[in-house]
Nanobody, 124 residues
Framework: QVQLVESGGGLVQAGSSLRLSCVCSKRTCSNNGMGWFRQAPGKEREFVAAISWNGGTTDYLDSVKGRFTISRDRVKSTTYLQMNDLKPEDTAVYYC?????????????????WGQGTQVTVSS
């Protein structure tokens, strides 16, 4: 069973930065696309960013383009989400997920394994 563990969330002021990390328990994650999603209170889970198996392709939610960067270290089986210039509307629980496929994709149903989530709160 694959386990994903996120870390790096916290309470910050608007304009600050955070880096989220997601460690996968098995090296097989390195062959799959990875994604970050978020869910704010009372809202549906939404796509934030995705990266292909080799890091060659990335995709972002329009509202985070230019502020967030997804990356991965396949040797460490770790995926990162660097978040800069954070805004109050970025407040949510952030989840990482491992895809069944090797590609970068926004489609939630293609993600097979999910982490427990890490809270990001941005104050104005």
């Amino acid at each position: 069973q694959v386990q994903l563990v996120e870390s790096g969330g916290g309470l910050v002021q608007a304009g600050s930065s955070l880096r989220l990390s997601c460690v996968c328990s098995k090296r097989t994650c390195s062959n799959n696309g990875m994604g970050w999603f978020r869910q704010a209170p009372g809202k549906e889970r939404e796509f934030v960013a995705a990266i292909s198996w080799n890091g060659g392709t990335t995709d972002y939610l329009d509202s985070v383009k230019g502020r967030f960067t997804i990356s991965r270290d396949r040797v460490k089986s770790t995926t990162y989400l660097q978040m800069n210039d954070l805004k109050p509307e970025d407040t949510a629980v952030y989840y990482c997920a491992s895809n069944r496929l090797a590609v970068s994709t926004r489609t939630l149903d293609t993600y097979r394994y999910w982490g427990q989530g890490t809270q990001v709160t941005v104050s104005s």
